[in-house]
């Protein structure tokens, strides 16, 4: 995953658009930065950009409705994790670690985040 803007976090993903809305969980894996201990304090413009970048959000839209996020462990030494549940609403199991998942492996380009 890539990106190349100052103003948001590195992403550009193939994973599936939102001609596929099915329920799945993605972790997007995260290397702490050493110039920027407190990064994971900014972690929803990593979600939000993840979800514009696939089609599952639109620009200025509060994706809460339809998706939920969180981040294990926020560490500021140790790579770090966001899990986003896509589509949760269309899960109608309680153990969402039966989703499918996708994992992707976040880059940073030296002149983004």
Request: charged content about 25%; overall charge neutral; glycine content about 4%.
């Amino acid at each position: 995953m890539h990106a190349n803007t100052s103003s948001s976090p590195p992403i550009n993903t193939t994973l599936t658009n939102s001609s596929d809305p099915v329920a799945k969980r993605v972790i997007l894996r995260i290397r702490p930065h050493p110039d920027r201990p407190y990064e994971c304090n900014n972690y929803m413009e990593y979600v939000e950009t993840f979800l514009l970048s696939c089609g599952r959000l639109e620009p200025g839209a509060n994706y809460t409705h339809r998706h939920y996020d969180h981040i294990q462990p926020c560490s500021t030494v140790e790579p770090w994790h966001i899990i986003i549940d896509l589509e949760k609403n269309k899960f109608s199991g309680s153990d969402f670690d039966k989703l499918p998942h996708e994992i992707y492996k976040v880059e940073r380009r030296q002149t983004g985040l």
